[in-house]
């Protein structure tokens, strides 16, 4: 063989050798850019996801916040308005719903909600993820919010909240539609049927009974002088008590109006049953005054002299 041919060969064997040295170099160097790239998505990912995790968990507080300051907004309005939500030309679920949201009930702003209404922590919300980079997008409408109860002492407001999630970059995106409910208790709200019917004169607190009123006549005068509130089938519910419906309720409470805070506020005493939808309905019932404890102003219907284990006087 040549020089010549010899020459070529390593030549030939050089070429071959530095093509193979720069495609490696050339993959690698790619894949350390690919990898570099996954890396970055994986970090935005995981921000995100952790970004929509405390969001889920603030929405809980925001519904429970702006749910409580709603129902205390309820309670202003029929203080100031001195009557029941469905004479007032609203429903129960309409009031909520604007005060919940916007801070109004039938277009009057109620300063308790000035802040805290749910559409205030959506904006919150966008303000929060846009200095991570994320864009936030919230579609709400009315009849996306409920408030219900599941139990005696327990309303449910729950949000169907739907969200569309992008990351600025376009690295990851995500859609949330899912219903949250927040429950709260009841206790501690002021009764509709004594704001209304006591001209504001005489308010009720809901506080389930410490005793048990059947058990002996010193119990039944402890719930009856404190107006404590106890479960009964015949009664209606707390969301009931603000439209004035008097009908029964499976979540239905009631309390004995104790007739003498009437009476040391210049209001007259009633002589009806003390059970408090009786006494500031309008149904006919038998009536008798109670032999102990002792009051002349303390009335029980036939119907709940077993109940609460009274005897007529």
Known sequence: ?????????????????????????????????????????????????????????????????AGFRSLLSLEDYMFENDDFLDNLGTTFQDAFKGAFLNGTIDSQKMDIMKGHTFFNWTERMKVQANQTDIELEFTLEDNDVTISQSGPW??????????????RKKTASWEIDKPITKKINITGFVDPL??????GLVNNTITETTVDPSSSAANLNTHLINSYYIEHSDAPSYIMRFENDLSSSSYGIESLVNSQERIDAGLSALTRSAVDYIYYGSQSTTDC????????????????????DARCD
């Not at 490696?24 to 996801?49: A, P, Q, W």
């Open 289 to 308: 005054v109670i032999r102990d404890p002792s009051y002349s102003w303390f009335y029980l219907d036939s119907d709940h002299l077993d109940f609460y």
């Open 1 to 65: 063989m040549g020089k010549m041919n010899k020459k070529g060969i390593f030549f030939t064997f050089g070429a071959i050798a530095l093509s193979v040295i720069i495609i490696l170099s050339f993959n690698v160097h790619n894949e350390y850019r690919l990898n570099d790239k996954m890396d970055t998505v994986g970090v935005r990912i995981n921000t995100m996801n952790s970004f929509i995790e405390d969001l889920e968990n603030d929405a809980e507080n925001a519904i429970f916040i």
């Open 194 to 199: 004594y704001l209304v019917n006591n001209n």
């Open 154 to 167: 327990i309303v449910d407001v729950t949000v169907d909240l739907e969200v569309d999630i992008q990351d």
